[in-house]
């Protein structure tokens, strides 16, 4: 394709769009880098945009609270094994049994039942 082609083809798509509407024709001259809009204009805008803002802090709130929450969880269920761990040790100590020696630990499931320490083959 040659130059020659090039712009008669830009000339057609222009004189196209100059048919299509030609109210909407304005010269370089009139066209500015910088457009006024009137604040009645923009209010509607700026008001989204504040509740986007505000709805995205919320969420930031929220989801640190939640891994904080979440945090504190997992640090509680933490001191909870921590407890049953040394209560069982406990018990193994208190039944005389050989620390250096794997026991399983079966728990009662009713009210008023005995516990087992069953010896584990290492």
Same mark, same amino acid.
């Not at 394709?1 to 008669?8: C, F, H, L, S």
């Given at each position: *394709? ?7 083809f830009a000339? @057609? ?5 100059? @048919? ?12 500015? @880098? ?7 204009? *923009?209010?509607?805008? +700026? *008001?989204?945009?504040? &509740?986007?803002?505000? &709805? ?13 929450? $979440?945090?504190n969880l997992?640090?509680?269920? &933490?001191?909870?094994?921590?407890? *049953? &761990?040394?209560?069982?040790?406990? +018990? ?8 250096d020696w794997?026991?399983?630990? $079966?728990?009662?499931?009713? +009210?008023? @039942? ?9």
């Open positions: *394709m040659t130059e020659e082609n090039k712009i008669d000339q @057609e798509e222009s004189e196209t769009r100059e @048919e299509e509407a030609p109210e909407l024709e304005t010269s370089e001259e009139e066209s500015s @880098e910088v457009v006024e809009v009137e604040w009645e204009d *923009m209010e509607e805008l +700026l *008001m989204v945009r504040q &509740n986007y803002s505000d &709805n995205q802090a919320l969420l930031s709130d929220m989801l640190v609270t939640h891994e904080r929450q $979440k945090l997992l640090q509680r269920m &933490n001191d909870l094994e921590a407890a *049953m &761990n040394k209560i069982a040790r406990d +018990l193994q100590e208190k039944c005389a049994l050989n620390l794997t026991y399983e630990l $079966k728990l009662p499931t009713q +009210l008023g @039942e005995k516990g087992y320490f069953i010896r584990k083959e290492d």
